[in-house]
């Protein structure tokens, strides 16, 4: 569903059974706000695997504005989809006002279906078809992924397979997720979806081969998967959610807002699974898999604090991922909500 559009230690020091890196502190390369004691729940280990999260821990790490977003454009929906099945209702039955010039106004500005004598039909064909069409085209993209793709499994990167456990097991999923590793051209990416009832996660191999083999930098992956495990955890990759806000997805500013607390959400946990920053494969995201390792984290701190003004504020209102400057400060900060508009 999302790209990670998702950090670093070297060395693949996972601890035999939970994936938990050896660092037990994460401390911030430059703090944008003064240094805190931040001791990420995910990051210590010292007797036997952590407890999974709790849902006061969970909620904590959403981004404040998400769930009154969500909200309103669970209620946009609904009325979207109130107000196309009355009016077909009173269309079929010519009669009310959905059947003169103000319905078809009101046909054409909602659903964008011009309201003639058959538009009733048309607006049932929308309201049942969409649904349907998101189904297959769900599980069209499924079978694209099994087809084409390895499935990260204890004998295919073990070690990575070790993570996928030990994050469901914290972040109280039900299963653990299929995680496909796959190359895309050179796109690095990655993203958790879903079909009908199951969630899966597509790892795009470009930047997971190089951050393996060459700069051995698990937690960078750890962080990724993470934040995509996130994503299912806090149900954003669900059929059901999709559905509720199906409509509402259309509408410009909020739906982006929205999409953007979202990946703020997904960051803010997957820092304190992994118990670093996740600087490290946001910059591998501006400048690629192999220089995101040479680049001086304050020098590029110090441009994010300069990118501002009115277009820089239109590109991130706009983006379905805060732009990099927000989400990196986001991530320097270490605890609350990133800036989602300002
Ligand atoms: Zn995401």
Do not use: W
């Not at 992956?221 to 990759?237: A, C, D, V, Y």
């Not at 504020?313 to 270490?334: G, T």
């Amino acid at each position: 569903m999302d790209g990670f559009n998702s950090n670093p230690e070297e060395g693949m020091n996972l601890n035999s059974n939970s994936g938990i890196p050896a660092q037990p502190v994460f401390q911030p390369q430059i703090p944008m706000t003064p240094p805190q004691a931040f001791v990420p729940q995910g990051a210590v280990k010292k007797d036997g695997p952590l407890p999974p999260f709790t849902e006061q821990q969970i909620r904590s790490f959403r981004h404040k504005a998400e769930m009154p977003i969500y909200i309103a454009m669970v209620i946009f929906n609904l009325l979207v989809v109130s107000i196309a099945l009355i009016g077909s209702f009173l269309a079929f039955f010519d009669v009310g006002p959905l059947t003169g010039k103000s319905g078809a106004m009101i046909n054409q500005l909602i659903l964008g279906i011009p309201a003639e004598a058959s538009a009733h039909i048309e607006i049932l064909i929308v309201l049942i078809g969409l649904p349907l069409i998101l189904m297959f085209a769900v599980y069209l993209y499924y079978a694209q992924y099994r087809a084409n793709a390895i499935r990260i499994t204890e004998k295919n990167f073990p070690e990575i397979y070790e993570v996928v456990e030990d994050y469901s097991r914290r972040l109280g999923l039900k299963r653990v997720p299929k995680v496909y590793l796959t190359q895309e051209n050179g796109v690095m990416n990655a993203f958790a979806t879903f079909i009908l009832r199951r969630q899966y996660i597509v790892l795009l191999a470009d930047l997971f081969e190089v951050a393996y083999l060459e700069h051995h930098d698990l937690n960078s992956i750890k962080f990724i998967i993470g934040h995509e495990m996130t994503h299912i955890r806090l149900r954003h990759s669900t059929f059901s959610y999709n559905l509720s806000i199906l409509f509402a997805e259309y509408l410009p500013i909020l739906s982006s807002a929205l999409s953007r607390c979202r990946e703020y959400s997904c960051d803010r946990v997957a820092q304190q699974l992994v118990g670093v920053s996740g600087v490290e494969p946001m910059l591998a995201l501006i400048v690629g898999k192999h220089l995101y390792k040479k680049v001086d984290i304050e020098d590029y701190v110090q441009h994010c604090r300069e990118t501002r003004g009115f277009f820089v504020f239109l590109v991130n209102l706009l983006s379905s991922h805060p732009i990099m400057p927000k989400r990196i400060q986001a991530l320097l900060k270490d605890h609350g909500s990133g800036r989602l508009f300002f």
